[in-house]
């Protein structure tokens, strides 16, 4: 009996001291990974739209997040858009950051996270000759959202050899958000316009008119 006690009292001090440990080195590291994490979104952000010098957060009337991207501080009109989307690959969840022109086309894409097969699926990420970026991330570029699929589906989008789940989970996650941020924001357009003609009638109703 007293050996149990004691040797349950061992383990609880290791299991003290290890908890008390992992905690200090999350304290110590948590803002260094943090700082790491939004370099990388910040080099992300600028390498689909390297027009942009200012981004803003913003949120569509349906609840898609997104960035505005714009040329000056004065933020007089935005030169595209910023979105992230996910898609479920051969072996992980693929995240992709791309960039909307103002005519709702694709600008540029980032596979930001990814872990594919070796040699397969890792392939989405690698450039060929002295391209400066990967292959497979230039096909997307200027693509309206009816020519975001691969070619085993029809499409223009030449897929990975080897690994046509990967190439697929790509073009339909960026597809699928790109027709969603559309449908979402152009309505949220709509009604602007909508609202700002409502109120420039009223004004030419009500005329110059003033109250005696």
Do not use: H
């Amino acid at each position: 009996m007293k050996f149990i006690l004691k040797l349950g009292l061992i383990l609880m001090v290791y299991t003290l001291i290890a908890g008390v440990s992992l905690g200090f080195i999350n304290k110590v590291t948590k803002p260094k990974i943090e700082e790491q994490q939004r370099m990388e979104r910040e080099r992300a952000q600028k390498e689909v739209l390297p027009e942009a010098l200012v981004f803003v957060e913003d949120t569509t009337s349906g609840g898609l997040d997104y960035l505005i991207g714009y040329d000056s501080e004065g933020r007089t009109s935005p030169v595209g858009y910023i979105l992230t989307t996910f898609g479920d690959g051969f072996s992980s969840k693929i995240k992709t950051i791309f960039s909307v022109t103002t005519d709702f086309k694709v600008g540029a894409i980032e596979i930001v996270y990814q872990e594919e097969t070796p040699g397969l699926g890792t392939r989405c990420v690698e450039i060929k000759g002295d391209s400066p970026e990967p292959w497979f991330e230039m096909q997307f570029d200027s693509r309206s959202p009816q020519d975001l699929l691969v070619d085993k589906d029809g499409g223009n989008i030449t897929s990975i050899t080897g690994a046509t789940i990967t190439s697929r989970a790509i073009a339909n996650s960026v597809q699928e958000k790109l027709e969603e941020f559309k449908n979402e924001l152009g309505a949220s357009k709509e009604d602007s316009i909508l609202i700002t003609s409502e109120v420039r009638d009223s004004i030419e109703i009500g005329g110059d008119n003033e109250p005696d």
